[in-house]
């Protein structure tokens, strides 16, 4: 990757930004650009400098680092940082990169950069390469990498760390996220309507401002994507 990611680490424990920090300096390609001691400095931060990647610990005073997260800019990719597991099922329903509890090992750490720039490079090749892209994608299910053809995919629902694939005729459970999973996906053929649901173009067989049906079964579109999704559909 010839650009270099920049990142800012937010917590609130200077002991903890610079243990990440100082993991971070063994890594190429990843600038820390910025440390902030809570939520404010960083909002201030990113709303006047380019940041692709936030280090976000979420027990913080004043504004958590969930909410914090809630309320930025969705291309700002998140790695949670936290003393508490309790918070892992809303992280992941953010869409987090990767969620690293305290103490952090660099080996840890380490796994949750390579898997940014893992869909940080699938979303640039899906942008740039979608005329040569293949027609299908491997995922891992009941131990085993399984081909699904995007052709067969009528929506994708998220649930917490892991994502059912609705096909034809069966459901494929996998552990990714959704966000991933996106990344891999043709964008001329799929739409992303909700922060936990993605749909098959082909597929949608009515839709209003509220809902979108698909072989029977409505999802919802949510208020943050109802704008980009309903300009989207009345093209067609």
Known sequence: MSKPITCIIVDDENIARDVIASHLSKIDNINVVAQCKNAIQAFNYINNQAVDLIFLDINMPEISGIAFAKSINKNIKIIFTTAYRDYAVEGFNLQAVDYLLKPISFERLLQAVN????????QT???????????????????????????????????????????QNKIIATRETISAIDAKLPQQDFLRIHRSYIVNLSKIESFTNEEITL?????????????DVLNRLERF
């Open 115 to 122: 898997r940014y720039f893992e869909v940080h490079t699938q």
């Open 125 to 167: 090749e899906v942008k740039s390469l979608k005329s040569t892209a293949n027609d299908f994608i491997f995922v891992r299910a009941e131990r085993r990498m399984q081909k699904i053809n995007f052709d067969e995919i009528i929506y994708i629902e998220s649930l917490s760390d892991y994502i059912k694939i609705h096909l």
């Open 215 to 227: 072989k029977n079964t409505s999802l919802t579109i949510s208020r943050s994507y109802k704008k």
